[in-house]
C-alpha cells in the first residue's frame, strides 16, 4: 500500500511540457514590455531606441509575476495531463490473476448487516482492483470451488475483466484452492508478457481462506489474500445424516442427524423431519460454539447449566418410496442456508417377484393367487435345478431340498430343511428326527411377520426337530421346539417353517394367507436395507446403459430437474451416461424416471465448509494478507484542474488586467 502517485500518461505530459514552457519563455524574450511615457527630452532619441529594440531579438529576463503565474499554470496543466494516481490499496501489477472462491460458504450473507454474500463483496473488491489496472498491463479472471475455471484470459482490457467478474456464479460445492494455482501458473507462463519478463505475475485470492488442500498448495507468484467474510458470522449447520431401515423391522425407518453450531454463541435451534414435504417429527437440540474451548465448554455446563445435545434421531415407518428431509428450523441470525437441510432418498420397495418350487400343493398356490402378486411363477424341483433362477426376490420350497441356491436372496421353506446352513434338523443318523402333534406355545406378536396374528390354535400333526444356532430368531415356539426360525447368513435370508403344511390346519386358519403376505413383503424389503446414498455438490453421478435402457429402449435424452434450473441432456448412443454437475443443494428428479436414478439427492455435510469463520492466513500459509477498503485508486488530475489550476488562471487573469490600468 504506497501513496506516492503513480502517472498514467507521463510521456505525453512530458513532451506537452518540453514544448509549452520554452515556448512560453521566448514570448517573455521577444516582448519586453514597457510603459510608454511621453518625455520631452527624448523624443529625438524615440526613432533610436526603436531601431535598437527591433534589432535585439533576446532581451534580459527580468523577475515577472505574471510570467511565473504562466509557468506555473502551464506546469499545473501538463501534470493534469499526465494522469497522476494514488493508491491507497495496492493495485494491480503488471501482469495480475485474479482468483475468485465461488463455493458454498462464499454464499453466506454476512456482509452489510447480513444483506450482502461474501461472494458479491469479492466481486466488488476484484472490479476494484481492476480499475487500477495501468495502461498496458493484463489481467486474468479465474473462478474456484473444488474446481477452477478460467473466465477471463489475459487481457489489457479493464472493462472486459469487470464482466468475467460480475458473470461469476456462486455453487454449493467444497473449496479447494490446488487446481487453481495449478491453472494460474499455466496461464501465467504462456503469457507473452510473462515470457518478456522475469517478474513474478500477482496473484489476489479473494476468499474466506478455509480450503481443504492447504498443505498441497504451492505457487510461482506474488499471492495477496483478501480475506472476505466477518467473524461473528453465525451458522448452524446439519454435517452429518444417515438412514437406514430396521434390521429386524425392514418396515422401519431409522434416521440420525448431527448439527454444529459455527456461531459465537450458544443455541438451541428445533429440527424438523418431513416426508415427501409432509412434517412427520420435531426434535429439540442444544449447540454449543464450535469456536468454544474445552474450558468454555465445561464453564457452560457447570455455571450456566447447559446440556449439550448435539444429534437427533427419528423412527418412522416406511413402505413406499419417499423423500426424507431433516431440516435446523432456526433461521434468524443464520448467515448460509446450504447447510440448514439435507434429504435423502428412500426407495420403493421392489416389484415382488415370487416363484413356487413345488410338486403341487393347493393351498399355497390359492394363497399366492389371492395375494395379487405381479409375477407369481410355478416350477417343479427337476426344472428348477436345471435353470437355478437368480431373478425372483423370494423363492420359496415347497417340502423340496435344494440342491443349490443363488448367491443372493430370501427363501422360505415348508417342510424342509436346506443343507449347508448352521440352522439344520436334528438328526438319527440319516433321517430328521420328527417331533409329533404339536400346538404352538408362543409367538413374537411385535415381529412385522406375524403382526396382528393369531396363531394359538395351530395343530401341527408332525415337525422336524431344528437345531437353532444362537444367531438365529424363533418366531413361533411348539410345545416341543421351534416351529417357525427366520434365520440370516451372507446374503441369504432363511424363513424355516418346520411342518408340512398338509400336516397341519394352518392352511385352513384366516392367518395363514395373511402370514404369507407379511413375510413376503418382509423378505423383499428386508433384501434392500440401504436407502439410497446421497452426493455432495458437484457430483457427475453415472447413470449404467443397461439401467437407461430399461427406462426407454429409444431413450434420446433426459431432462434433469432440479434446484436453480432444468436441463436436457443428450443420452449418447453406446456406454454409460454420465449426468452433468449437480452444484446446488437439493433433490433432483429424471425425467423420463431413470430406474435407481428417479430422485437424486444432493447434500452438503461438509464441516469445513459450514465454518464460516474466515481463515486469518492466507491459505497453506502461501504470500501475504491483505484487507480492502473503501476505494482504492484516485485519479488527481481532476483536482488540479478544479482546485488549482482554475484558481490561479483567475489570478493570473487579475494580475494581467491590474497591470494594463496601471
Given at each position: ?241 444417515s438412514a437406514k431401515r430396521n434390521y429386524e423391522n ?142 425372483y426376490h423370494v423363492i420359496i420350497f415347497d417340502r ?78 411348539g410345545l416341543k421346539g421351534p416351529l417357525v426360525v ?177
Amino acid at each position: 500500500m504506497s501513496w506516492l502517485p503513480t502517472f498514467g500518461n507521463i510521456l505525453p505530459a512530458a513532451i506537452a511540457a518540453a514544448l509549452a514552457v520554452p515556448a512560453l519563455l521566448v514570448l517573455y524574450f521577444l516582448k519586453l514590455k514597457r510603459r510608454e511615457m511621453p518625455v520631452s527630452s527624448t523624443l529625438l532619441w524615440k526613432k533610436a531606441i526603436q531601431d535598437l529594440q527591433v534589432n535585439a531579438p533576446f532581451q534580459k529576463l527580468r523577475r515577472n509575476l505574471l510570467l511565473f503565474l504562466q509557468l506555473l499554470l502551464l506546469l499545473l496543466l501538463t501534470l493534469a495531463l499526465s494522469r497522476p494516481i494514488v493508491n491507497y490499496s495496492p493495485g494491480a501489477g503488471k501482469m495480475t490473476v485474479i482468483l475468485i472462491d465461488r463455493s458454498a460458504s462464499m454464499s453466506s450473507k454476512d456482509i452489510d448487516d447480513g444483506k450482502t454474500t461474501r461472494l458479491d463483496e469479492a466481486k466488488r473488491r476484484a472490479k476494484k482492483l481492476a480499475d487500477t489496472m495501468d495502461r498496458g498491463a493484463s489481467a486474468m479472471v479465474i473462478a474456484f470451488d473444488d474446481s477452477a475455471e478460467t473466465v477471463q484470459p489475459f487481457t489489457t482490457d479493464a472493462s472486459a475483466v469487470k464482466r468475467a467478474i460480475d458473470s461469476i456464479q456462486p455453487t454449493d460445492r467444497r473449496t479447494r484452492l490446488k487446481l487453481a494455482y495449478q491453472l494460474a501458473e499455466a496461464q501465467s507462463n504462456f503469457n507473452p508478457e510473462q515470457l518478456r519478463s522475469t517478474q513474478k505475475p500477482d496473484v489476489w485470492v479473494y476468499s474466506d481462506g478455509r480450503v481443504l488442500d492447504g498443505p498441497e498448495l504451492r505457487l510461482n507468484g506474488t499471492v495477496h489474500y483478501d480475506k472476505v467474510g466477518t467473524d461473528t458470522a453465525g451458522n448452524v449447520a446439519i454435517v452429518a445424516l444417515s438412514a437406514k431401515r430396521n434390521y429386524e423391522n425392514p418396515l422401519e425407518v431409522q434416521v440420525f442427524a448431527r448439527l454444529a453450531n459455527y456461531g459465537p454463541n450458544p443455541v438451541s435451534p428445533d429440527v424438523q423431519l418431513t416426508v415427501d414435504g409432509q412434517v412427520m417429527k420435531v426434535a429439540t437440540t442444544t449447540l454449543l460454539p464450535e469456536r468454544w474451548t474445552d474450558k468454555d465448554r465445561e464453564q457452560a455446563e457447570k455455571q450456566a447449566g447447559m446440556v449439550p445435545r448435539d444429534s437427533v434421531e427419528f423412527t418412522i415407518e416406511l413402505a413406499n418410496s419417499a423423500v426424507i428431509k431433516v431440516e435446523q428450523m432456526r433461521k434468524d441470525g443464520d448467515c448460509l442456508a446450504a447447510d440448514d437441510a439435507a434429504s435423502i432418498v428412500v426407495p420403493a420397495p421392489k416389484t415382488l417377484q415370487v416363484l413356487l418350487v413345488t410338486d403341487g400343493n393347493y393351498f399355497l398356490e390359492k394363497a399366492l393367487d389371492s395375494l395379487n402378486l405381479k409375477s407369481p411363477d410355478r416350477m417343479l424341483p427337476t426344472v428348477y435345478e436345471e435353470k437355478l433362477p437368480t431373478q425372483y426376490h423370494v423363492i420359496i420350497f415347497d417340502r423340496y431340498q435344494p440342491k443349490k441356491l443363488p448367491p443372493s436372496g430370501s427363501f422360505i421353506y415348508f417342510g424342509v430343511v436346506p443343507n449347508g446352513l448352521k440352522l439344520s434338523a436334528v438328526r438319527n443318523g440319516d433321517q430328521p428326527v420328527m417331533m409329533q402333534d404339536q400346538g404352538v406355545l408362543d409367538w413374537k406378536r411385535d415381529h412385522p411377520i406375524l403382526r396382528y396374528l393369531n396363531l394359538g390354535k395351530i395343530y401341527v400333526g408332525e415337525a422336524i426337530k431344528l437345531s437353532v444356532p444362537p444367531d438365529a430368531e424363533t418366531l413361533v415356539d411348539g410345545l416341543k421346539g421351534p416351529l417357525v426360525v427366520l434365520y440370516r447368513e451372507g446374503r441369504n435370508t432363511h424363513l424355516l417353517v418346520a411342518f408340512d403344511l398338509l400336516q397341519s390346519n394352518w392352511p385352513l386358519q384366516v392367518s395363514f394367507p395373511m402370514f404369507m403376505y407379511q413375510a413376503l413383503q418382509f423378505l423383499a424389503m428386508g433384501s434392500d436395507m440401504d436407502v439410497r446414498q446421497s452426493f455432495e455438490p458437484g457430483a457427475t453421478p453415472r447413470l449404467p446403459r443397461a439401467t437407461l435402457v430399461q427406462a426407454d429402449p429409444n431413450i434420446r435424452s433426459v431432462r434433469l430437474n432440479g434446484p436453480g434450473a432444468s436441463r436436457d441432456i443428450t443420452v449418447p448412443p453406446a456406454g454409460d451416461f454420465a449426468l452433468p454437475p449437480l452444484d446446488k443443494v437439493g433433490v433432483y428428479t429424471t425425467d423420463p424416471p431413470v430406474p435407481q436414478y428417479e430422485k437424486i439427492a444432493v447434500n452438503l455435510l461438509d464441516p469445513s465448509e459450514s465454518n464460516l469463520l474466515p481463515s486469518a492466513v492466507p491459505p497453506g500459509q502461501v504470500g501475504d494478507v491483505v484487507q480492502s477498503k473503501g476505494k482504492g485508486r484516485l485519479e488527481l488530475w481532476w483536482w488540479i484542474v478544479a482546485f488549482v489550476a482554475l484558481p490561479l488562471l483567475l489570478i493570473e487573469w487579475w494580475v494581467y488586467t491590474r497591470r494594463v490600468h496601471l
